[in-house]
């Protein structure tokens, strides 16, 4: 099929370049004309494992192509996917201004039927404003349908995301957009679960708003552990175990952070307010987020006593392993409160770093060339990311280079016994 995905960020990309992997003719639009210049460049904008070659490949094999022109993408294919940044206004609602503003740009170069599919993270009813908003600007009346169809990729492994989806959903009320879009979809071994689009639009919220439900509540069991003396890794085990809970998202740590779950939990609390029906249960789980790296600091702070003139070695800026995205990440929050309270701060992530100088988004920092490096005459040592290459240094190399040998994981990701064995004084989440 010939389809067109207009917004070359995180889901648009991956989104195109896996279309384009299965056999579709993709046009991707950006308005950002530097990001269409680079991608045509054969550069990529965003460290995603797997993207690069896939694009490339398909590049090359002629499935894959970008502009900045709306009119072009939209006239040389089938299905227009909506892929726009919808971010978080102060008060948590989202911004649609993207979404409205290429409603608007699609219905004027409109001129035969179109399936208009939203695969942005928008809330409930926007598909109806999205319709309405086409109808307005489409001077030609063209006719269109429009369908939701939102998406479940993880930064880190979204290529694998998007190829073996746990489900499809497609949210229409049209039997001809429906067919359409399930024809996209054909190459793709899934579960496609149809909907009404209010359905399909809430499926998107409620389901990362459970995801980090999961977290948060593990995040409290870690505490009543602290409290009791048990362990929340074996707790987790414990109640995972049932297939009702599955063990996948009870993993402790400092708390959930990245473009999405914050994000899309503060949006279903304002969509939902707005509809009369408060959440406050969303709201618990925001307050269990925010203060579970609160009471990690204050680990750091009961150990080191007075964190003003300390030296502490971060491990990890990134909101996730295997990614290079940075935003509304937990560590990098944890390493502002630190240098906040006067320590000196030396930081390293395998992935993450020049973003962060970038963004500017750890003023004050120093940044070392490895995990040794930044643990160099360190007094603690805090791992806030949990990447796999950390558990693979040289924990004797370790011992000899920190002033103290005392580390605080807030991913829990290294053995605490065995750490123990290497003379470090070891605090993790919910283990004693
Ligand atoms: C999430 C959803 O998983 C995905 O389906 C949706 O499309 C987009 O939002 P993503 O933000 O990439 O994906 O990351 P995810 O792997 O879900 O992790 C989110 C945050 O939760 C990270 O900060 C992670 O460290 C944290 N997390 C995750 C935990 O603290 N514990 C867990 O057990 C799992």
């Known amino acids: 099929m010939k389809l067109c995905i207009i917004g070359s960020g995180y889901v648009g990309l991956v989104t195109g370049a896996c279309f384009a992997e299965v056999g579709h003719q993709v046009i991707c639009v950006d308005n950002d004309q530097r990001k269409v210049d ?27 192509f970008f502009t900045n022109s709306i009119e072009k993408g939209v006239d040389e294919s089938e299905v227009v996917f909506i892929a726009v940044p919808t971010p978080p206004q102060p008060d948590g609602s989202v911004d649609l201004s993207y979404i409205e503003r290429v409603a608007r740009e699609i219905a004027m170069v409109l001129k ?15 598909g109806e404003k999205v ?29 694998g995301d998007l190829m073996k989806p746990d489900r499809i959903v497609i949210g229409s009320s049209s039997e001809r957009a429906t067919a359409l879009v399930k024809k996209v979809y054909e190459p793709f071994i899934a579960p496609v679960l149809v909907t009404d689009i209010n359905s399909a639009e809430l499926i998107k919220h409620a389901a990362n708003s459970f995801l980090a439900l999961k977290i948060s509540y593990i995040n409290m069991i870690s505490r009543i552990c602290e409290a009791s003396g048990a362990d929340v890794e ?21 708390g959930y952070g990245g473009s999405c779950f914050p994000k899309d939990i503060a949006a279903f609390i304002a969509i939902s307010e707005q509809l009369g029906e408060p959440f406050e249960l969303l709201k618990e789980v925001q307050r269990i987020n925010r203060t579970q790296s609160d009471r990690f600091i204050g680990k750091i702070r009961e150990a080191l006593w007075v964190l003003k003139g300390k030296k502490i070695a971060v491990w990890g800026l990134t909101f996730k392993p295997d990614t290079d995205d940075v935003r509304s990440s937990v560590a990098i929050h944890l390493v502002n409160h630190l240098m906040g309270e006067g320590a000196m701060v030396r930081v390293y992530d395998p992935k993450g770093m020049e973003k962060s100088q970038q963004l500017n988004l750890v003023p004050g920092a120093s940044f070392a060339s490895s995990p040794l490096d930044a643990a160099q005459d360190a007094e603690a040592l805090v791992i806030a990311t949990e990447w796999k290459e950390f558990t693979a240094v040289d924990f004797q190399e370790l011992k000899k280079r920190m002033h103290t040998p005392l580390i605080f994981d807030g991913r829990n990701l290294l053995d605490p016994l065995v750490t123990r064995q290497f003379g470090f004084d070891y605090h993790s989440i919910g283990r004693r």
Request: hydrophobic share 40%; aromatic share 6%; glycine share 8%.
């Open 112 to 126: 035969d039927y179109r399936v208009i599919v939203d695969k942005s993270t928008v809330p409930v009813k926007t």
């Open 234 to 254: 074996k707790v987790a085990d414990g109640i995972g175990a049932d297939k009702r809970i599955g063990r996948s998202f009870l993993n402790a740590g400092i």
């Open 38 to 64: 680079m991608l045509m460049a054969g550069e990529i904008p965003i460290y995603e494992p797997l993207l690069e070659e896939i694009v490339h490949k398909n590049v090359a094999a002629q499935r894959l």
């Open 131 to 159: 319709a309405e908003a086409i109808r307005r600007y489409n001077r030609k009346g063209a006719p269109f349908d429009v369908v939701s169809n939102p998406e479940f990729l993880r930064e880190g492994c979204a290529v």
